[in-house]
């Protein structure tokens, strides 16, 4: 079993910078992938990207460049660093881990809002 933990959400203009945490309830350091998904209003989740436990990161085509994932484990926390936001990254923005059996079991955080407006 893994609890997630996500925050940082909030309130930021267009152009402005947020950063994401999300803080597991057991060592991050064996889990398989951990990472991060969106949903806004009236559409479906989104994948943005995930970091494997030996730091091998993917993103999505159109989150490349402006979105980062990094890990800590000894914090037992993934980040998501967000730049030159844009209404349209107005979602509430998930953590995701998927470890502990096979196949993968795949775990979730409660998600934070994340609204991008002037």
């Not at 994401?20 to 998904?37: D, E, H, K, P």
């Not at 806004?40 to 402006?66: Q, V």
């Not at 926390?77 to 795949?106: F, H, I, R, W």
């Amino acid at each position: 079993q893994v609890q997630l933990v996500e925050s940082g959400g909030g309130l930021v203009q267009p152009g402005g910078s947020l950063r994401l945490s999300c803080t597991a309830s057991r060592s991050i350091a064996s889990i398989n992938t951990m990472g991060w998904y969106r949903q806004a209003p009236g559409k479906e989740r989104e994948w943005i990207t995930t970091i494997t436990s030996d730091g091998i990161r993917n993103y999505a085509d159109s989150m490349k460049g402006r979105f980062s994932i990094s890990r800590d484990n000894r914090e037992n926390t993934v980040y998501l660093q967000m730049n030159s936001l844009k209404p349209e990254d107005t979602a509430v923005y998930y953590c995701n881990a998927k470890c502990c059996g096979s196949p993968l079991n795949s775990y979730w955080g409660q998600g934070t809002q994340v609204t991008v407006s002037s």
